[in-house]
């Protein structure tokens, strides 16, 4: 079965919220950086997001896109990266936080989504194609929408080895 999309209407919403420097990167590297999870979530639910969260195929691209953020961000002196096992954190006064999760590698949206822990979490935008003008793509969980609506918890059982949603 085909993972569903976000609606057009939210998957506009959500990409107009998007900070804009994050937008850029996720234009430039098309189809290898996605935005996940919460932040997706929230924006759909009218909430303010506390961060936004980034996936990509490996550590090393994260790790250089993350070190891209900062330096658009004014380097070192206005912006700092944080690092744990699983993520590199860049913290900007004034600026939401933006977390890209390494511990966890997807070259694709559809396996991201399906690992998150819960439904309301299973959602992804990025730029789908070849070019960094191709169009914005989302994939949902099933139960995305009817959770979120419902603010119900489910718990979604993923695999233990791939699951950004957990510490």
């Known amino acids: 079965m085909d993972n569903p999309a976000l609606t057009a209407g939210d998957l506009s919403h959500v990409v107009r919220r998007v900070p804009k420097d994050v937008r850029t990167l996720l234009s430039k590297f098309h189809g290898t950086l996605f935005l996940g999870g919460g932040f997706v979530r929230a924006v759909v639910a009218g909430e303010q997001p506390s961060d936004v969260d980034l996936f990509g195929p490996s550590k090393e691209l994260l790790t250089k896109i993350a070190e891209e953020l900062q330096a658009s961000r004014g380097g ?11 993520a590199i954190t860049v913290i900007s006064i004034g600026r939401i936080t933006v977390q890209f999760i390494t511990r966890w590698e997807f070259a694709d949206a559809k396996a991201l989504v399906s690992s ?5 979490c299973q959602a992804v935008i990025f730029r789908d194609g070849g070019t960094k003008k191709s169009p914005w793509s989302s994939v949902t969980g099933p139960r995305f ?3 979120l609506a419902a603010r119900r918890i489910h718990y979604t059982h993923p695999s233990a080895k791939k699951r950004p949603g957990v510490a």
């Open 116 to 120: 998150f822990d819960f439904s309301v």
């Open 145 to 147: 929408y009817i959770d």
């Open 76 to 86: 070192k002196q206005f912006c700092r990266l944080h690092h744990t096992r699983n």
